[in-house]
């Protein structure tokens, strides 16, 4: 008689901790969407337009947007900073 076991025990794969991660920073950044698939598939940290990296671990929605990220993304558009 053959038998065969499956092992239903479920693989994650950890995230790396980063050290500005839950730094107190309460505000919404510009990142690219192909970062944030990226990190979220990968796990790797994403950068945002004014220079902040970190592994998101959530949704920013509510939060005001970050007034680097904010003026850089007016300058990219060809507005002003408002």
């Given amino acids: 008689m053959i038998t065969s076991m499956t092992d239903t025990r479920e693989l994650t794969k950890p995230r790396a901790s980063d050290p500005t991660?839950?730094?107190?920073?309460?505000?919404?950044?510009?990142?690219?969407k192909d970062d944030i698939v990226r990190s979220n598939v990968e796990g790797v940290p994403?950068?945002?337009?004014?220079?902040k990296e970190w592994i998101p671990?959530?949704?920013?929605d509510g939060l005001p947007v970050c007034a680097t990220c904010k003026k850089i993304m007016a300058s990219l558009r060809g507005g002003g900073a408002n």
């Fill in 57 to 60: 671990h959530r949704v920013p």
């Fill in 46 to 51: 994403v950068k945002a337009l004014c220079g």
């Fill in 21 to 32: 991660d839950g730094d107190g920073d309460n505000v919404a950044h510009y990142v690219r």
